[in-house]
C-alpha cells in the first residue's frame, strides 16, 4: 500500500524561511507533487520532483529523496499570503492516480 | 490557462435525492478525477477516467457513479444522497503527458440533509 505523512500545523513568521516535510512508503514511484490551496479555493500545483535532488522555482523549492521516502517544501521571504495548506502527493504505481497526505496548514504571522 | 469549472459552489439536497455533480475542462485533457476532501482525511478519490467512456474507480467508490460521455466533461451521480456524502467536492484533469500534474476545479461544498 502507500502512505503518507505531513504535519497538521505550522506556524511561522512573515520574511523567515519554514520547511514543511512530507515522508511516504510506497511500492512504485512516479513522482511526488506539492500543491498549496487558500482555505475555501482550489488546490494548485507548485512542484513536481521525480528525481532526488532539489527543485528551485522562485521563492518556493521541494527536494525528494527518493531512498529515504522523504520529500520537503521550503518557502523562503514568507509573506502573509504564504498562509494556507499546502498537500503532499505521490504518483506510485499508477500513472494516472495521485494519494495525497492531509496537507499541512501554515500560518504566517506578521 | 487551464480552467476546470463545476457546475455548483455550493448545493444542499436532501437525503435520498438523486445529484448530480457536472465538472468540464477547456483543455482537451485525457484524464479526469473526482475527489471528496474533509477535514483530516485529506483528497480521497472516488472515481477517475482516462478516456471518453472509460472509467475506474478510485479508493471510495461506494455510493457513486461516474459518467464521461464527451472528452470535456465528467459527471459525478450520487445514486441516493446521504448525510455521510456530505463534504466538499473537487474535480480534476490532466493531461496524461510530462509531469501529468492534475489542475483542479473550485470545488462543489455539497449539504446532505
Known amino acids: 500500500g502507500q502512505n503518507i505523512d505531513q504535519p497538521t500545523e505550522m506556524t511561522a513568521t512573515e520574511g523567515a524561511i519554514v520547511q514543511i516535510n512530507c515522508t511516504y512508503q510506497t511500492s512504485g514511484f512516479n513522482g511526488l507533487f506539492w500543491y498549496q490551496q487558500h482555505a475555501g479555493e482550489a488546490p494548485t500545483f507548485l512542484s513536481y520532483n521525480v528525481l532526488d535532488g532539489l527543485e528551485e522555482k522562485g521563492r518556493f523549492s521541494s527536494f525528494l529523496s527518493r531512498s529515504k521516502g522523504y520529500s520537503y517544501l521550503l518557502l523562503k521571504e514568507l509573506q502573509m499570503k504564504d498562509s494556507a495548506s499546502y498537500l503532499c502527493a505521490l504518483r506510485g504505481d499508477s500513472s494516472y492516480k495521485l494519494i495525497f497526505g492531509s496537507g499541512t496548514r501554515l500560518l504566517v504571522r506578521p | 490557462d487551464v480552467k476546470v469549472t463545476q457546475s455548483s459552489r455550493y448545493l444542499v439536497k436532501r437525503t435520498g435525492e438523486k445529484v448530480f455533480l457536472e465538472c468540464v475542462q477547456d483543455m482537451d485533457h485525457e484524464n479526469m478525477f473526482w475527489y471528496r476532501q474533509d477535514p483530516g482525511l485529506g483528497l480521497r478519490l472516488i472515481y477517475f477516467s482516462y478516456d471518453v467512456k472509460m472509467k475506474e474507480k478510485g479508493d471510495i467508490p461506494e455510493g457513486y457513479s461516474v459518467s464521461r460521455e464527451k472528452k470535456e466533461r465528467f459527471s459525478l451521480i450520487l445514486e441516493s444522497a446521504s448525510t455521510n456524502q456530505t463534504s466538499m467536492y473537487l474535480c480534476?484533469?490532466?493531461?496524461?503527458?510530462?509531469?501529468?500534474?492534475?489542475?483542479f476545479g473550485p470545488g462543489t461544498r455539497l449539504t446532505v440533509t
Open positions: 480534476a484533469s490532466s493531461t496524461g503527458t510530462g509531469h501529468n500534474e492534475q489542475y
